[in-house]
C-alpha cells in the first residue's frame, strides 16, 4: 500500500455491488481499498489500527444499528469523510445530509447504484480539493470564525426558522418548534452545527434567545389575530440556566409583547438534563412558576430517562427521530416507542414523535398510539413569511373541504 493514497473503506453487503466497487476504485486512481460485508467486518478492520480516510457504503440510514456502527466509528478512528452508495429520494438526501456532521462525518455525497465511474471520481476530487486547501473543517472554520458569527448577527443573518408540530390523524397543527437557520449572502442557508458552537463559545446563547423570543411572540401574537392559537418552542441548553438575568428577561420580553406565558415551552436535550437535576431544579422551577412550559428533546437517547421525569417538572417529551424511522424496521424499537407512548398518557404528559418523513412512518406510529407529530411529512422547517403563507394555504384547503 502506498502510505500517501487515499485509504477506502467500502462496507457493501451484496458481493456483486461490493465488486463492482472495488473494480471501479481500482480504476479511479492510486487508492488504498479495504472492503467489508458487514458491520462487524468493517469494525475489526477499523479495530486493527488501519486509518481510513473516506467510508463508502450502504448503510439504511433509519437503522439503529447503523447509526450505532457509524457514531462508534468516528468516536474511535479517524474516518472524517463519507460517500453513501444507493439511490435517496430527496427527503432521505435532505435528512442524511443533516444527519452525518451530526455525527462528525464530512459528507462527501451520495452514488446512485448501478456505480459509474464518473460519478465516483468527482467525489474523491472533492475530497482531494477539500485536503489541499486545508479541508472541509477549515473551510468551515473559516466560515463560522467567531468575528464572522459575530457580525452575522449583529447583521441579522442568523435567523429564526420554524416547523409545525401537527396532530398524526387530523393533521391539526398544535404548535410550532423555532429553530435556527444561518441566511449566509455567499453560502445560503447553513445549518445550526456549523455556527452553534461558536456562539456557545461566545457567550451568544442568550442574545440568541432573547432575539428568538422578539420575532417568534410577534409572529405568534399576529398567527392568533388570525385565529391561529398554538405554542411555540425554544430551545435551551442547560448552561444558559446559570445567568441570573435569564427569567427576568424572559418575562420582560412576553410583557412587552402583551402574551402570557402559557403559549411558550422551552425544551431541554437530553444529554444536559443530568446537569439539570444536580444544579439547576431551581431554575426550571421559576420558568414553570412563570407559567412556560419544559420539555425534553430527543427524550431516550440519553441515560436515567424516567428518573428525570420523577424529579423535574417536564410537561412533554420528544422522542428521537432515529427511534421513530426504525420503528418500521424493528420491532423493538417500536415496543418501546409504544411503552413511552403509553407512560407518557398516564403521567399526563404530551409526546411528541421526531423526524416523521413518510405515510409508512405516520401509520405505525398512529398504530401504537402517537398523537402529536413533527417532520417533513407535515413541513420542513421554514421562515416568518413562509410559515404564515403557509398557514393561509392551509386555510384555503380546509375552506374548500367545508
Known amino acids: 500500500m502506498n502510505p500517501s493514497s487515499i485509504t477506502i473503506l467500502v462496507l457493501e453487503e451484496h458481493a456483486f455491488q461490493r465488486s463492482i466497487a472495488l473494480m471501479l476504485l481500482e480504476r479511479a486512481g492510486d487508492l488504498n481499498v479495504l472492503s467489508a460485508s458487514c458491520i462487524k467486518q468493517a469494525l475489526r478492520i477499523l479495530q486493527g489500527g488501519q486509518r481510513i480516510d473516506i467510508l463508502m457504503c450502504d448503510l439504511r440510514m433509519d437503522s439503529i444499528e447503523s447509526l450505532m456502527f457509524l457514531r462508534q466509528a468516528r468516536q474511535k478512528h479517524q474516518m472524517p469523510s463519507i460517500i453513501l452508495s444507493g439511490s435517496l429520494g430527496a427527503e432521505q438526501q435532505y435528512g442524511v445530509e443533516s444527519l452525518v456532521p451530526r455525527l462528525g462525518f464530512v459528507f462527501l455525497g451520495t452514488l446512485d447504484k448501478p456505480l459509474q465511474l464518473e460519478q465516483l471520481v468527482r467525489l474523491l476530487s472533492l475530497y482531494r480539493r477539500q485536503q489541499t486547501s486545508g479541508g472541509m473543517g477549515s473551510t468551515l472554520s473559516t466560515v463560522a470564525s467567531e468575528i464572522a458569527v459575530r457580525r452575522a448577527f449583529s447583521e441579522g443573518q442568523i435567523q429564526s426558522f420554524y416547523q409545525p408540530k401537527f396532530n398524526l390523524l387530523t393533521d391539526e397543527i398544535e404548535g410550532v418548534e423555532v429553530l435556527v437557520r444561518w441566511h449566509h449572502p455567499q453560502r445560503g442557508i447553513l445549518s445550526p452545527y456549523i ?43 442547560v448552561a444558559q440556566l446559570a445567568s441570573p438575568d435569564l427569567i427576568p428577561r424572559v418575562s420582560a420580553i412576553l410583557k412587552s409583547h402583551s402574551m402570557d406565558a402559557e403559549g411558550l415551552i422551552f425544551e431541554l436535550t437530553e444529554r444536559g438534563t443530568n446537569d439539570v437535576l444536580t444544579h439547576y431544579s431551581e431554575s426550571l422551577r421559576r420558568i414553570q412558576m412563570l407559567g412556560c412550559r419544559l420539555s425534553i428533546d430527543d427524550f431516550g437517547t440519553g441515560f436515567s430517562s424516567l428518573q428525570r421525569l420523577c424529579q423535574t417538572p417536564f410537561s412533554e417529551i420528544k422522542l428521537d427521530g432515529e427511534m421513530v424511522r426504525s420503528a418500521i424496521h424493528d420491532v423493538r424499537v417500536k415496543a418501546v416507542l409504544q411503552a413511552m407512548i403509553v407512560l407518557g398518557n398516564t403521567l399526563g404528559i404530551s409526546v411528541i414523535l421526531e423526524g416523521i418523513e413518510t405515510e409508512e412512518q405516520r401509520q405505525t406510529l398512529i398504530d401504537i398510539g402517537g398523537v402529536t407529530g413533527q417532520g417533513y411529512l407535515c413541513a420542513r422547517p421554514m421562515s416568518s413569511g413562509s410559515l404564515l403563507q403557509w398557514f393561509e394555504r392551509q386555510k384555503y384547503s380546509e375552506a374548500e373541504c367545508i
Do not use: I
Not at 432573547?210 to 411572540?217: A, C, E, R
Open 195 to 237: 455556527f452553534m458552537p461558536v456562539l456557545e463559545r461566545c457567550g451568544m446563547l442568550n442574545d440568541l434567545l432573547f432575539s428568538q423570543l422578539h420575532h417568534g411572540l410577534a409572529l405568534q401574537k399576529s398567527l392568533r389575530s388570525r385565529g391561529r392559537t398554538m405554542t411555540f418552542a425554544y430551545n435551551l441548553e
